[in-house]
């Protein structure tokens, strides 16, 4: 089963902030938000990850909900290059995790 | 650079042919892992080394498979024997820690590798 689900795609103007959902409602105490992208014929790309508070980094916003069942990754002012799928991934902080992406977002940005 | 470097960037092999794939990590990072991506598929973990010690060598789908890291560095992931559903992009990644738990995973472009 999926702990995490997304919508499959997405389009935004470019300029424009892209909202990417996230729904994690049987999230457990101990794992983490993580966010990572991965452009075409390129490895994943590590974005931000949170616990419950707010995240801000130079790539993107991490926003998540107080009861912390969702949250939504945003990239303020989306480029060309920000085309990509996007995955939002549970990982708990108690050992080395074995990451596992779902079918993720597919973000296409418009010119 | 500073991230995790794969090479070769591809392999393009004859079946029953051994090949060795290698990864540099990010300076100081402790942990590496060895995943493999099909085309349109997920993430498949396949080796995780903690230092020059592999505690988890689950995900490796035969004994034609074969990892080992020296030095806390560098890390080898060899094929024997390569059958055409080899075919793929193995992809590795590495992390630190920090008082907080584990840092977060990143990779590197990986190598695609094809058998023909």
């Known amino acids: 089963d999926a702990k995490t689900t997304q919508p499959p795609s997405m389009d935004c103007a470019e300029g424009r902030a892209a909202n990417l959902p996230c729904n994690h409602s049987?999230?457990?105490?101990?794992?983490?938000v993580y966010w990572y992208r991965q452009i075409h014929s390129q490895g994943p790309q590590y974005i931000i990850h949170g616990l419950k508070n707010n995240e801000t980094n130079e790539m993107a916003s991490l926003i998540i909900t107080e009861d912390r069942k969702s949250s939504t990754l945003i990239l303020p002012h989306a480029t060309l290059r920000d085309t990509a799928v996007y995955y939002c991934i549970l990982i708990s902080n108690f050992g080395n995790e074995k990451l596992t992406f779902g079918t993720g977002t597919r973000l296409t940005i418009i010119p | 650079g500073a991230g995790v470097s794969q090479s070769p960037s591809n392999k393009v092999t004859e079946k029953g042919k051994d090949v060795e794939l290698r990864c540099d990590p990010i300076?100081?990072?402790?942990?590496l892992y060895w995943y493999r991506q099909s085309l349109g598929q997920g993430l498949e973990f396949l080796i995780y080394?903690?230092?020059?010690?592999?505690?988890?060598k689950s995900g490796l789908p035969s004994d034609r498979f074969s990892a080992e890291r020296t030095g806390g560095s560098v890390s080898t992931l060899t094929i024997q024997r390569t059958q055409q559903e080899d075919s793929a992009v193995y992809l590795c990644?590495?992390?630190?820690?920090?008082?907080?738990?584990?840092?977060?995973?990143?990779f590197g472009d990986g190598t695609r590798l094809s058998i023909l």
């Open positions: 300076s100081g990072h402790t942990a």
């Open positions: 990644a590495s992390s630190g820690r920090d008082r907080g738990g584990n840092q977060p995973q990143h």
């Open positions: 080394f903690q230092g020059n010690s592999a505690p988890d």
């Open positions: 049987t999230i457990s105490g101990n794992e983490y």
